[in-house]
């Protein structure tokens, strides 16, 4: 009898320790896409400290506030920033209603493929393209611009709509921290209209909870009667370096406690996270893996990490090494799709 | 024996009675300081075509977004707008540390209380008073001196502090609103950064979702090697009239459902927000109440209400008759306080 018992508290002891077993092996799944390592437990440890409640740590659920930069941090943004390639496609299809445009620089130079006299417009001149791109028109007819051009064009290398170029370990940090009470935004220097059509979709980020670049807007009553919102070409606010903590606290009103980089364009906002009070955590996305997406750093025309890197080598901010620290980039890589997320 | 179990019954169901009654007064309680009518049908009728779900009318709690105005929707802008009042005093605050303003209008002016002098200004002249009280200063300082302030600051008629008139029934619309899961959101004239000082105790609006006007900010690595956020006097943008479209578009990215307004100054909110398909609710605070607030429209300079006042008319949005809508007007009247919900 005693011996049953004893088995029977065996069994049961064996149960437990699969159900526990299960349930810690579930528990460090949250991020199925990082490997094991410095970098994970960084994420995972500082979760704990300001989830536990009573703990020293602690941070009540409406201040648990985390920011991402997107270009470079939640998706792919070489060989150029995805907007941009939008941009000039769009000139281009709108071409035909601004017959004006093949006397007009810089767009005579950029629809005749003249590189040199492209180049010889400079910065300003491409400038000019993507902003044409982006005015004179209802900020609904702006939108489905966007959500037709996602819908047919495709990244030059890996030949898949942009949108499915989300990197998969972000999209699971992303899930987890909203799993234990943060609220997560995204602030970038692209612009918040062009960001909002497919944001949602892709990262589970509703248009309220994203900041960025934007240009001036114009309340009308149209021909119909019906009040539109016209895009002017003046920009108004660049959500960039300097700018990112003007944007958080403009947009946002608190100090997030958790913000993450790729870039020097990220520099600020990391510094101005990282100097409030309490735990806080400072991420940059080191692209290291030039197989399965691109490496870059310190001399990179997009996306240059230079000033931010050192930085957190200082501070101990913490740097994912991506051809390390990510057991999948893609989530087609395994036969998924990134952007359903 | 039968007469026992019938008195049994009886006693049972007028005890079931007692309970279903109960429960029916505390569904319709849940806007205790909205007297019975119309105004309050509209309310209750329109959120529950929206959140019925299968219904035609049905809105996905994501895009039940409830925009308000601040001032004289949500709390009292008489005699004058609180955040004018918080600048004139702070200008007398900082009259010490300012010994160059005893020379310099409309300051010299100001200080001396020459009211004809002060006029002389015009309107230019009591704005750059009021920005001279939100510039120069970090976004922690000026947080900290909205707070000092309201803290013992009282108004001229009321002699309370000006967060306890805040709107007892708009209070509980709040919270019924966000209870049939809507996301509330302020949109306001005044100053962003203003109003999230208290906004959050005052309403349960938090500081991401408060729409205002704002100035341009710099960031800067303090002398302490601390990055700061420096408030500069030129003023970026004004949430009102027309701008109001514009901040719910830059700030929340899609179109309420829900708006309600008082004066001409949301007037374009009301039109944006009745401009989307589906259900609608336009609302519009009419303050008829003299005797316990105050009564005033078309002939105001402080929340004048005309162009959308007729509007109301025309298309059927609903008009808060304050006097004969509103059972407390303020949560004071009886003894609670308005400024702890």
């Given amino acids: 009898m005693v011996s049953l018992i004893r088995r029977g508290l065996t069994i049961g002891l064996a149960v437990l320790a699969l159900v526990v077993t299960g349930r810690a092996v579930a528990q460090t799944d949250t991020l199925p896409s990082w490997n094991d390592g410095a970098t994970k437990t960084?994420?995972?440890?500082?979760?704990?400290?300001v989830t536990k409640d009573g703990g020293p740590d602690f941070v009540p659920p409406a201040e648990r506030i985390a920011v991402f930069d997107n270009d470079g941090t939640l998706w792919c943004e070489q060989p150029v920033y995805v907007q941009l390639a939008f941009g000039l496609d769009r000139v281009r299809a709108m071409a035909a209603a601004h017959p004006e445009w093949k006397q007009q620089q810089p767009f005579k130079a950029f629809l005749a493929g003249d590189k040199d006299a492209l180049a010889a417009q400079?910065?300003?001149?491409?400038?000019?393209?993507?902003?044409?791109a982006h005015s004179g028109m209802t900020t609904d007819a702006y939108a489905t611009s966007v959500a037709d051009w996602l819908a047919q064009a495709r990244h030059p290398?890996?030949?898949?709509?942009y949108n499915e170029l989300v990197y998969q370990p972000m999209l699971e940090l992303l899930a987890y921290l909203r799993a234990n009470g943060f609220k997560t935004f995204i602030v970038s220097g692209g612009g918040v209209e062009f960001m909002?059509?497919?944001?949602?979709?892709?990262?589970?980020i509703p248009p309220e909870q994203v900041v960025g670049s934007y240009g001036a807007t114009q309340f009308k009553i149209g021909a119909d009667s019906r009040p539109?919102?016209?895009?002017?070409?003046k920009v108004e606010f660049i959500d960039d370096g300097p700018g990112k903590p003007s944007g958080i606290n403009r947009f946002i009103g608190r100090r997030p406690i958790l913000a993450f980089g790729n870039s020097d364009g990220d520099h600020q906002m990391l510094q101005w996270t990282a100097a409030g009070p309490g735990a806080r955590f400072l991420g940059i996305v080191h692209h290291t893996d030039?197989?399965?997406?691109?490496?870059?750093?310190?001399q990179s025309k997009i996306g240059k990490l230079d000033k931010a890197l050192d930085e957190a080598a200082q501070r101990g901010w913490t740097v994912v090494d991506m051809a390390k620290d990510w057991k999948t980039v893609f989530a087609f890589e395994r036969g998924g799709t990134g952007a359903s997320q």
């Fill in 157 to 161: 290398r890996f030949h898949r709509p």
């Fill in 42 to 49: 960084a994420i995972t440890a500082f979760v704990a400290r």
């Fill in 228 to 233: 539109v919102l016209m895009k002017l070409a």
């Fill in 196 to 204: 909002r059509v497919w944001a949602a979709k892709a990262y589970g």
């Fill in 290 to 298: 030039a197989a399965r997406e691109y490496a870059y750093d310190r």
């Fill in 122 to 132: 400079g910065e300003k001149g491409l400038l000019t393209l993507v902003a044409a």
